[in-house]
């Protein structure tokens, strides 16, 4: 299978902040509280690019940009990847696996019940989204896909909760959610450009080369 521009730079863009996360690890800068540090920038990067994902359904279609497909995918599984990432800085690193420990943390928090659920439905989308996979469903996949809104909304939830009382940065994360979700409307999903500037067209072109 041919690797594309737009993968290699996806794929590049996206594992930028596990490389920050482990030169400041490992240089001793991250934070007087790693593994806090850690976990926050993994679960934002993780609802960042879920929420990316979702604009770039409507930005392909307004601007006739079809390398936006490829990037909503590569965007999507990195928001999976961070995600597993921030479970494993919660579960591994922070409790050490101890489940007397994680459990009763679970039970009494809500949001990260509510995270949990997030997360193990993002998982058969990241496995749906293999090639062969996503082939065999047909059709299917195309409903089973349709689960990443309430599942972008739970994360969101789980921020919220977890965010003890600030109430900015949650309420631009949402208005962010609300705003891509408005583009599924009809009279706003049919929205199109005129003319795509001929230099856009030769970007889009050779990005999926």
């Known amino acids: 299978m041919k690797i594309t521009k737009i993968q290699i730079l996806g794929n590049l863009i996206g594992v930028i902040p596990a490389i920050y996360l482990m030169y400041q690890s490992i240089s001793g800068k991250l934070s007087a509280n790693p593994i806090q540090t850690a976990t926050v920038i993994t679960g934002r990067t993780s609802i960042y690019a879920i929420l990316f994902s979702l604009y770039c359904t409507p930005l392909a279609q307004i601007f006739k940009l079809s390398v936006f497909h490829r990037i909503r995918k590569i965007s999507g599984l990195f928001g999976f990847y961070y995600a597993f990432a921030h479970f494993l800085m919660f579960t591994l690193f922070d409790y050490q696996l101890n489940l007397s420990w ?25 496995i749906s989204s293999i090639d062969i996979f996503k082939r065999k469903m047909g059709k299917s996949w195309k409903k089973l896909h349709y689960a990443v809104y309430l ?32 583009f599924r409307f009809p009279k706003l999903r049919s929205l199109r450009i005129n003319k795509l500037p001929e230099w856009l067209a030769r970007i889009n072109t050779y990005l999926l080369s």
């Open 102 to 126: 994680i459990l009763p943390e679970i039970q009494q928090k809500p949001f990260l019940q509510i995270g949990l659920i997030a997360l193990v439905a993002l998982i058969p989308l990241a």
């Open 151 to 182: 599942i972008t909304a739970l994360t969101l939830l789980h921020v919220a909760l977890a965010s003890k009382g600030d109430l900015i940065d949650p309420a631009i994360l949402i208005t962010l959610y609300l705003i891509a979700m408005l």
